[in-house]
Every structure is written in structure tokens, then in C-alpha cells.
């Protein structure tokens, strides 16, 4: 098992950027961050909650204080995970490059964690090009593996600025890494357990406890 571990410079192991709704943040979520975590050593990981995402069916339902709330309840005890209201506090719509942008002017060397869905869909994105430039990334890979070429899922006009170093670990141009990753897959989504919480059934071992006894305490999702 290959670990990467690169010192930043700044008296600090490198750092991970967990963008999402979160919407509510669930064992799943906290699962993975902690599987990469481990593999890549990172120390620590901010999850970001998104305040408005670019991609309207995407809307949140909970308030992005509720979630970033929730958040924080759920990362409690963790010492290598954080939470950041970047993206809260610059309020609008919520653009990677920005947050990825201001965050790499306190570190120097980002690795936004995101899953391979959401990656194959990138060149969407507001000046996805440019992030190759500031960030490395970790893509968040099933373990049955949907894709069978990871090469195959980079945007077009970047795939010539890409080299290939194995079939799990690719270099751009600006040096920053693009690493495949499988992580353990639960069965678990956010829209399942707002479902759930509508039904008024019970959370349990889907969100932390105190997750679960914030979304009660709220009402949330009970619309």
C-alpha cells in the first residue's frame, strides 16, 4: 500500500478540502475522510459546506447554519478533522476555485477529496481548468469500479497536459497529483435519511448521535 506523505513547508502535514452539501453529513461522509485521511496522511481535513450550490437541483434543504452545525457535532473528537464556513461566510453561490484559491494563500499544498461521480462531471464546473493549477485531487473510487480507464473520465482539453505514473496516479503539468482512491462504499446517502427523518423513523448508526438528536431537535427534513 503506497502512502503520500509531503511536508508543505508551513510546519504543517498536508491538507485535505471535503467540499458538499452535506445535507444532513453521515457515517458515510466521515467513513471515507478517515480512510483517506489515513492513506494519504493528511492532517487535517476541512470539511466545507457548501452555501449555495452552482448546480440548482443540487438546492440544500437544511440551512447552511444547520448543516455546518451538524457538522461540527458530527467531527467532534476527531482531532484531524475540521469544518470551515468559507464558503458560508462569502455567501452567494459556492465556486470550488474560490474556496480552493483563498485556502491555498494559509496552505501550500491542498488535496480536495471528492467522489468520482462528481469528478467526471468537473469540466461543469466555473474555471475547472485552473484548479489543476492549485490543488491535487483525491478521487473517491467504488470498490466494484464503475470506469475502466481513469484516463478515460479526464475533461478532454486537459488530458494532454496529464501524465500517467500508474493506472491509479496521475501528474499535471502544474505538478499538483490526481490520485484514484477506493474507499469503502456504505449504503448510505443524505436523501435517504431525509426520507427517513420525514417518516419520522429512526437515524440510528446512519449519523452520530448527536447528528440525529440535532435533526429531531430541529424537525428537519420533516417536510
Known amino acids: 500500500m503506497h502512502r503520500f506523505w509531503r511536508w508543505s513547508g508551513k510546519g504543517i502535514m498536508d491538507v485535505g478540502i471535503f ?19 489515513e492513506h494519504f496522511f493528511l492532517h487535517p481535513i476541512y470539511f466545507v459546506p457548501v452555501n449555495m450550490p452552482a448546480h440548482k437541483q443540487n438546492q440544500p434543504i437544511a440551512s447552511a447554519k ?16 475540521r469544518v470551515s464556513d468559507i464558503e458560508i461566510q462569502r455567501g452567494g453561490i459556492s465556486y470550488t476555485i474560490d474556496t480552493v484559491t483563498a485556502l491555498e494563500k494559509r496552505f501550500n499544498n491542498l488535496y480536495f477529496i471528492i467522489g468520482i461521480d462528481a469528478f467526471s462531471e468537473i469540466a461543469t464546473w466555473r474555471r475547472y481548468r485552473e484548479l489543476f493549477f492549485h490543488t491535487n485531487f483525491i478521487v473517491m473510487v467504488r470498490p466494484t469500479n464503475d470506469y475502466p480507464s481513469f484516463i478515460d473520465i479526464m475533461p478532454a482539453d486537459i488530458k494532454q497536459d496529464i501524465a500517467i505514473r500508474d493506472s491509479l496516479t496521475f501528474e499535471h503539468i502544474s505538478k499538483k497529483m490526481i490520485y484514484f482512491y477506493k474507499v469503502t462504499q456504505l449504503d448510505i446517502s443524505s436523501s435517504k435519511i431525509r426520507e427517513l427523518s420525514k417518516q419520522k423513523h429512526s437515524l440510528k448508526y446512519l449519523v452520530p448521535p448527536s447528528v440525529e438528536k440535532f435533526i429531531g431537535t430541529r424537525g428537519l427534513y420533516r417536510r
Request: hydrophobic share 35%.
Open 19 to 37: 467540499g458538499g452539501t452535506f445535507d444532513p453529513v453521515h457515517m458515510g461522509h466521515l467513513r471515507v475522510a478517515e480512510e483517506v485521511k
Open 66 to 81: 444547520d448543516r455546518f452545525t451538524m457538522l461540527k457535532k458530527a467531527i467532534r473528537g476527531n482531532s484531524s478533522f
